[in-house]
């Protein structure tokens, strides 16, 4: 059973940080490439972010330079680390394979940007 759990998100002001975690079962994570997704009140869900099993990465256009993601293949763990945020990144973030499949979204964890 596939499992994905995100955690870390949280309230933080503009221009602070905030490391989000998405813990993964089953072989999903050692055969597919991982990406961070996120759905802001209103919006559809976009793709934030995406990690190849050989650790390529891409990012939307809104959050290069400021968001980089990992994987640790030792602990089935794909991270977000997300630095000068904006209140326009305020939305819940979510885990999945990329492309995403309907049956792994989780919970997501609630990042909010405010002062």
Not at 68 to 78: C, E, G, L, M
């Amino acid at each position: 059973q596939v499992q994905l759990v995100e955690s870390g998100g949280g309230l933080v002001q503009p221009g602070g940080s905030l490391r989000l975690s998405c813990a993964a079962s089953g072989s999903i994570f050692r055969l597919y490439t991982m990406g961070w997704y996120r759905q802001g009140p209103g919006k559809q869900r976009d793709m934030v972010a995406k990690i190849t099993t050989d650790f390529s990465p891409t990012y939307a256009d809104d959050v290069k330079g400021r968001f980089t993601i990992s994987r640790d293949s030792a602990t089935n763990t794909v991270y977000l680390q997300m630095n000068s945020l904006k209140p326009e990144d305020t939305a819940v973030y979510y885990c999945n394979k990329w492309p995403p499949l309907d049956d792994y979204w989780g919970q997501g964890t609630q990042v909010t940007v405010s002062s």
